[in-house]
């Protein structure tokens, strides 16, 4: 089965520092590894996946994720923080040899970054 | 930009009423999706389509129904809405893999939000 954690509910970073949304995840092969954001009332928007290759993915809004398979990780970074980067992350993993089988979404992380 | 719409955006109705709320995407997608969120929280898998004429329950259990008569369309139903439907409804879609080597990114409309009195 597969499942993914972000064992933070809220993180907090004043702007201009780097930031860190962490993600693990469990899958029975190997994954395939996303990351949403989500401001107010708004649905959510695609930032960056893993698929294969280069453990360092870049996306969106100069975020990037690294995948770490011996820790199952797949944390969310940033070298700096702005203001406007405050919302709800979700990380989200489906097994790779299972295609067709849905995502598994995590419960998101709450991302303040203060002035 | 994902080319994907959901209206109402915002939906403000009484006990017992039938509502049906809208999906459509532009993008040529088989694979569609139906999330329940509560403000702020987790998303809920509660529908989906792998393509026309074929619908699937998700992870959560829902009252709703939904139907896929065409492939950029996938409208959601209640029958007689309740406060306890009240939340975001968020729509999404993603090629369906036909093989290992496709990744099938979801890409999410802006949502509805119900609000059932």
């Known amino acids: 089965a597969q499942s993914v954690a972000q064992p933070e509910d809220q993180v907090n970073v004043a702007e201009g520092n780097p930031l860190t949304v962490k993600c693990t995840y469990s899958v029975s092969g190997n994954p395939y590894l996303f990351w949403y954001v989500q401001y107010p009332n708004r649905g959510l928007q695609f930032l960056l996946k893993y698929i294969t290759g280069d453990n360092l993915v870049k996306g969106s809004y100069g975020f990037e994720a690294e995948f770490n398979k011996s820790q199952t990780s797949f944390h969310l970074k940033k070298p700096s923080a702005l203001v406007s980067d405050s919302a709800l992350y979700f990380c989200a993993v489906r097994d790779m040899e299972h295609y067709g089988q849905n995502f598994v979404f995590g419960p998101g992380t709450r991302l303040s970054v203060l002035p | ?117």
């Open chain 2, 1 to 117: 930009e994902a080319d994907i719409y959901q209206t109402p955006r915002y939906l403000v109705i009484g006990t017992g009423k039938k509502i049906t709320l809208e999906c459509s995407q532009t993008m040529g997608h088989d694979k569609m999706y139906w999330y329940q969120q509560d403000p702020g929280m987790e998303l809920h898998l509660i529908h989906y389509s792998y393509g026309v004429n074929s619908t699937e329950k998700g992870d959560l259990s829902s009252e709703s129904t939904v139907s896929r008569i065409r492939t950029e369309h996938f409208p959601l139903t209640l029958e007689s809405a309740r406060p306890s439907h009240t939340s975001q409804y968020l729509c999404a879609s993603s090629e369906y893999p036909l093989s290992g080597g496709t990744v099938d990114t979801q890409y999410f409309g802006p949502g509805t939000r119900l609000t059932v009195l």
